[in-house]
């Protein structure tokens, strides 16, 4: 029973393929179809049918000290159809890989929530469900990414969009042409796909990127023009960014070549957010040759800036033992071991706080834009 | 020194305002210079300066159910400045009060923690700091707003953006005109402040407004450009929408005449949400008037819309305790006590089940936005 809905399922994407070819291929439809002609071809010979996945745990993911990026390594995990541990996985792989054919069929992208309801229905015959919740159908939309080689993103999958951005440059995001220089106080909000199928650079007056942690704070540089009188892109990915947000700045760094600035607060968690955006994360790491920026610049905030820019103890945070623990742990990864950055987060817990972006505010409310910012870039006083 | 001290802030307020008649006024500003010569007049009287501070508990909350929302009664708080009890928020009030003044002679906007971080400075002479942390700020800021009159964002403060919004309309957000028909895959971000100086209603094709729960529900939306088919404005809040989209919505029902219809995930969070779109929440009651749609309708998704549009079984959600508990609170709820509400939720409970708006893509990808809401609309299935 099992065996003949695997075959059904894989023949059924063959016969999307047919179908595809009509409508125009796409490399991520070939991969899709690729897959599924090597489990068919396995089927024909009457072998057990089995998938070859990349491991994602943390034991095949390593900084690669030359390119200055985490990368997943080289080890594979053997997924065979007839086997008890693999066969609901293997199901369930060349399910969400048909269900992801039909978004290439249809030029949708949708949510990986959405592929999760998409494909969950019980097994003809059986009480057994696809998939039982999200945490389920999320690792193997993720193993589908390696496997293929493919971006989520390419898979026309994501997960929520966040963050918005304005600047002296104009894009065209699915056709309609976007003077980012003319978007008010609200912005042009990044949405989650942001390959170049979607969205295309036109015309780009910018000499660099800023990205800032939060919402609030990127307001104050939106309304203050920042973005003109200092011709740049500002962008904000609401804490931790999310894909697109990365995704658009590794494209403006690669495609436009201008320089990538982060600021963020200055905590371990401020550092850990640079960090990704830089180096990649260990969770993501197979996405690092396409989604960090090892040239991007921490422009602050910095544990020294309390005392040169003669901040108030009365706006600083005593750090707490997470903070604390967290700064330690940084401390250890190997993408930290540059000297100036050990001195960094050693100044830090030496000093015993933390400093938000809009403690600066204590000052003026503009003088983070007015001129913490600028004089930082002037006097090159960043980390890389 | 501590009276001295609220003399000076005063005075200081005082002075400020003829500062700001130079530049041109503003009610607010007219409020906050009032409040401030109401306190130097007591003290000129030489009385125990006070202040009367409307009450924001629920004990003075009410559902006013000719208008259909809910309200903030009379009371008021005396709160003297000669009063151990008092004397501190007395002070952060005037702090608070004056700072706010300058964000209206700087025509400058920012957010409730920048408004902490401003205030917050170590008292001369004395241990003690102006403000310990924004729990202490932040209620301070719902002081003014409720004892002057003024929606926060008419005191330039906001707190974090989020949302996003297209359709076939033409708005101008500080001046740059933006036409919400072109605006991508992305949409134009809503800001936190909407009010009519910032963005105004240039052109509007659209015949109603569709609040959607999810980003990536209204991603469906705008990728299919069912705005552009269906003539509709479509806008999310990131579930709970914040004051900026609430406030959007609001004036677009008011000014543009547009009906609102709300599309949420049917579970208890999804009803509340409606409901605070429509009645106001007793939080923020003294909002209401200005915040409030009590014409919003309840598009869905209903309990009766599985059964309605044969949603498998596999892709409902089993009610929790907490569900259930959440769902008996808001059938007590003197604003859901319209009958069809009361069956709404009792069907719910009886099913035992709930439903996202995601559960939808288990047909099509498309199924929400190509039969789900035309359908409803066609066959006017919602609640009010």
Redesign the interface.
């Known amino acids: 029973m099992a065996k003949k809905k695997t075959v059904k399922k894989a023949k059924k994407a063959k016969s999307s393929s047919k179908r595809s070819k009509k409508n125009g291929s796409t490399p991520t439809k070939e991969k899709i179809v690729g897959l599924a002609e090597s489990v068919v071809s396995h089927i024909d010979a009457e072998e057990n049918p089995s998938l070859n996945v990349p491991i994602r745990s943390l034991s095949n993911v390593s900084f690669n000290t030359r390119k200055k990026i985490i990368e997943m390594g080289e080890n594979k995990a053997n997924r065979p159809f007839f086997d008890l541990g693999n066969a609901r996985r293997f199901m369930q792989t060349m399910l969400m890989s048909s269900e992801l054919l039909?978004?290439q069929d249809?030029f949708?992208?949708?949510?990986i929530?959405?592929?999760?309801?998409?494909c969950?229905?019980?097994i003809e015959g059986t009480r057994e469900?696809t998939f039982n919740d999200q945490d389920e159908s999320d690792p193997i939309i993720e193993d589908l990414e390696v496997t293929l080689g493919s971006l989520r993103e390419e898979l026309r999958v994501?997960a929520?969009?966040?963050g918005?951005m304005v600047g002296p440059a104009v894009?065209?995001?699915?056709?309609?042409?976007?003077d980012l220089s003319?978007?008010?106080?609200?912005?042009?909000?990044?949405?989650?796909?942001v390959e170049p199928d979607?969205?295309e650079f036109v015309k780009c007056k910018a000499k660099y990127v800023l990205l800032i942690e939060?919402?609030?704070?990127w307001?104050?540089f939106n309304?203050d023009r920042f973005w003109e009188s200092d011709k740049c892109m500002i962008i904000h990915g609401?804490g931790q960014p999310p894909r697109g947000v990365r995704r658009l700045c590794y494209r403006m760094v690669h495609e436009l070549g201008l320089p990538l600035y982060v600021l963020v607060d200055n905590d371990p968690w401020g550092y850990y957010i640079y960090s990704v955006i830089k180096q990649g994360s260990i969770n993501l790491a197979f996405e690092s040759a396409r989604m960090a920026v090892p040239t991007a610049r921490f422009l602050g905030m910095s544990s020294y800036d309390a005392a040169e820019f003669d901040i108030?103890p009365?706006?600083t945070i005593r750090l707490n033992d997470k903070d604390i623990a967290r700064a330690k742990e940084i401390m250890a990864y190997p993408w930290f071991q540059d000297r100036r950055w050990q001195r960094e987060i050693k100044h830090m817990l030496k000093l015993g706080v933390k400093l938000?972006l809009?403690?600066?505010?204590?000052k003026e409310?503009?003088f983070i834009a007015d001129t913490y910012v600028p004089q930082k870039l002037k006097k090159g006083k960043w980390l890389d």
């Open positions: 039909k978004l249809q949708k992208t949708t949510s929530r959405d592929m999760f309801y998409h969950k229905h019980t469900e994501f929520n969009p966040d918005a894009i065209r995001d699915r056709g309609d042409e976007i003319r978007m008010g106080s609200g912005g042009w909000a990044v949405p989650s796909i979607v969205i939060k919402a609030a704070v307001a104050r309304e609401r108030s009365s706006v938000e809009e403690a600066l505010s204590n409310f503009s």
